[in-house]
Structure formats: C-alpha cells, structure tokens
C-alpha cells in the first residue's frame, strides 16, 4: 500500500519567517495530494491541495509543489504569522477501487512572535 | 450548508465494552471514511462506505466494523475494546467517486477513551 513520510516532525519559526515541509510517497498511482492544518483540539482542515497533472499551485501565502518524478510534494508557508501554529498533515490519495487517504505523520509548526 | 456532525463527541468506555460512533455527512455526499487519529499512529484509514457498501477498508482487526444507511449516515463500530482502542474517531464525507471526488471533509471527531 501507499506510505507517506513527513519532515520535519516539528518545525519553529520566527513571524515573518518561511516554514517548508517536505513529504514523500511510494505509490506512483497517486494522484491527488492535500494538506490539512489541524488546530489543537479541532478537526482537520484542509488548506490546499495540488493534484498530479500539475507542478504547482499557491493560494496567497500557502504554495505547495509537486515533483511526480522524484514522488515527492512540499508545503511552503511564506510570512509566517503566529495564527499559523498548528499540526500540518499531508496526504496522498489513490483513486479507483481501492481508494483512500494515507496521511503523513504530521508536523508541529511553532511560529514564535 | 451543514457540515459533518458525529456523534457521541465524548465516550468513555471500559475494555470489553462496545461502543457505536455515528456520522451524518454534507448533504448531497454519498462516501463517508472513517478514520482514527492516536498520538503515536497518526491518522490512520479504516474504513469507506459509499451507497451502504463498505468500498475499501485500511489495515484494522475484525472489532472494527461499520454500515451505512440509506441517507448515506455512517457508524462504526468497535467491539471488546482494549486500551489501545482510544483515540479521535473522525469520520469524513466526500462526492461520489468520480471525478473531483477527491476532497474530504472532516467532522469534529469522536474522542475515545477506553479505562
């Protein structure tokens, strides 16, 4: 089945700083590829997603890139505010009969004001 | 529109017992996945049912189990449960499978505790 490794496990950032996560996947067949924050307490809430036909996707300060090749996808938050703190998930998602979403392990982001 | 309710959001059970969660999707979505989120396994897929069949199921013994009804509610179930058990039950609800069926959304979760 699909694996998705996430890094770092915990992240801290200074405001106004960049934050990047970096996750892998081992199945080729996937082909769609979310990013959920998930604030303490609260449910996961996806923040943006980029599917397999394209190689990047921004939505003000949140980007996230894809390289299908290297199998591996990023978020990056620019001008990082303390609101952004939270645990960040990615995930990889395989369609068909046997669909479903295998979440990476998830990243603490601290940023620190 | 309404978004994804579950409930009990609180249980506290004692290993041996069982328990129901139960998850009511967006309107007009017909898939629900559950999922369980612990400190040490993250979140984890269990199970996905769409149109009152279970369509995919993740790597969970046979305690787990599910159904959905007619009007695409969802529940699950967990039998003699053991410590291990206790966790955040999220349940999440998406389009038909098709195109663009992809995102998911999440309920507030069910959290477990099993003593």
């Known amino acids: 089945g699909e694996n998705v490794e996430q890094h770092p496990s915990t992240l801290s950032v200074q405001e106004g700083d960049s934050a990047v996560i970096k996750c892998t996947y081992s199945d080729s067949a996937s082909n769609y590829f979310p990013w959920y924050k998930q604030e303490l307490g609260k449910r996961p809430q996806l923040i943006i997603d980029i599917r397999s036909n394209v190689g990047e996707k921004k939505d003000q300060r949140i980007a996230v890139t894809l390289n299908k090749t290297a199998k591996h996808f990023s978020l990056h938050i620019t001008e990082t505010q303390p609101e952004d703190s939270a645990v960040y998930f990615c995930a990889a998602w395989i369609s068909g009969s046997a669909r479903q979403l295998t979440f990476g392990s998830g990243t603490q982001l601290t940023v620190l004001p | 529109k309404a978004g994804v309710t579950q409930t009990p959001r609180y249980l506290i059970k004692t290993r041996g017992q069982q328990v129901t969660l139960s998850c009511s999707p967006i309107s007009g979505h017909r898939s629900v996945s559950w999922y369980q989120q612990t400190p040490g396994q993250g979140l984890q897929f269990l199970f996905e049912?769409?149109?009152?069949?279970?369509?995919n199921k993740g790597n969970f013994p046979g305690r787990f189990s599910g159904r959905q009804f007619s009007n695409s509610r969802s529940e699950m179930n967990v039998s003699t449960l053991e410590l291990g058990d206790s966790a955040l039950y999220l349940c999440?609800?998406?389009?038909?499978?098709?195109?663009?069926?992809?995102?998911?959304?999440f309920g507030p979760g069910t959290r477990l505790t099993v003593l």
């Open positions: 049912y769409f149109s009152e069949t279970q369509r």
């Open positions: 999440a609800s998406s389009l038909p499978p098709g195109l663009d069926d992809n995102e998911q959304f």
